[in-house]
Nanobody
Framework: QVQLVESGGGSVQAGGSLRLSCAAS????????MGWFRQAPGQPRVGVAA????????YYPDSVKGRFTISQDNAKNTVYLQMDNLEPEDTDIYYC????????????????????WGQGTQVTVSS
């Protein structure tokens, strides 16, 4: 089992930045990928960034490319999501996820690619 704990959410004005953290514990050696998702009330979770932790390769959907950056600190078993130039439309709950199975990069933006989830952290961007 893997446990994920997110932190770093909060409120910021449009154009500002936030950095989310996701600390993993437990059987972290089994993890091949980690991702960040966002979810609005009543909507499905949508991937905003992913990293193949075994090869340190990152992936982004076009919607956030150039604004969001995912990074990993293997020594701390922690993944970060740096979010810059935030927009009110980025307001959501953000979730961290970890996966043990290997998928094609395009699949890493979908919840089915992950086995473990954090509790979520609220991000609010005001105009």
């Amino acid at each position: 089992q893997v446990q994920l704990v997110e932190s770093g959410g909060g409120s910021v004005q449009a154009g500002g930045s936030l950095r989310l953290s996701c600390a993993a514990s437990g059987d972290t050696s089994s993890i091949n990928s980690m991702g960040w998702f966002r979810q609005a009330p009543g909507q499905p979770r949508v991937g905003v960034a992913a990293v193949r932790t075994d090869i340190s390769k990152t992936y982004y959907p076009d919607s956030v490319k150039g604004r969001f950056t995912i990074s990993q600190d293997n020594a701390k078993n922690t993944v970060y999501l740096q979010m810059d130039n935030l927009e009110p439309e980025d307001t959501d709950i953000y979730y961290c996820a970890a996966g043990r199975r290997r998928y094609a990069s395009t699949s890493l933006f979908y919840p089915f690619a992950y086995d473990f989830w954090g509790q979520g952290t609220q991000v609010t961007v005001s105009s």
